[in-house]
């Protein structure tokens, strides 16, 4: 049996662990999960790395290994300008099926091995996505990875 001064101490920790529990927050009701997919077609999923303001996770199919980091990145109408400027000067543009005023993106191919690409992809709403393949990568590979993603529930959460 527990002295009162045990079951105070008890009743003192269980109640500062239920306040700390009720303080965590989840995604604002009616808005995306920000989150990377469980299963992409043709893709075997890694683990979620989860960190502050941002979830990276690795897909593999053969020798193929596709790192994806989905992260919160402010973006007022003068960032978002600069990475329009930037990504249409010489990058091949990537067809996110998004209007251009809520996210672009561009492939970043090797010089020396064109058919080796990442993708980058900066949304209005202030979600940036990087699909990198470290040269394991070819467009295909990385669109498959992008028609998994909820582009268009993230580029409606402003």
Not at 67 to 78: E, F, G, I
Not at 109 to 125: G, V
Request: aromatic share 6%.
């Amino acid at each position: 049996m527990l002295s009162s001064a045990a079951m105070r101490r008890h009743g003192i920790v269980v109640l500062a662990a239920f306040m700390l529990a009720s303080c965590r927050r989840g995604p604002p009701a009616g808005g995306p999960v920000f989150d990377l997919p469980d299963a992409i077609r043709g893709f075997v999923a890694g683990v979620r790395q989860p960190g502050d303001g941002y979830v990276r996770r690795t897909y593999t199919a053969g020798a193929t290994h596709i790192t994806v980091t989905l992260a919160r990145h402010p973006m007022d109408q003068t960032a978002y300008d600069s990475w329009l400027a930037m990504s249409t000067a010489g990058f091949p543009q990537a067809d996110l099926g998004l209007s251009a005023d809520a996210g672009n993106g561009f492939y970043q191919c090797e010089p020396h091995a064109p058919d080796s690409c990442d993708l980058l992809i900066q949304l209005r709403s202030g979600v940036h996505v990087e699909i990198r393949g470290g040269g394991t990568s070819s467009r295909h590979d990385v669109d498959a990875i992008r028609r998994a993603l909820p582009l268009a529930a993230l580029a409606s959460n402003r």
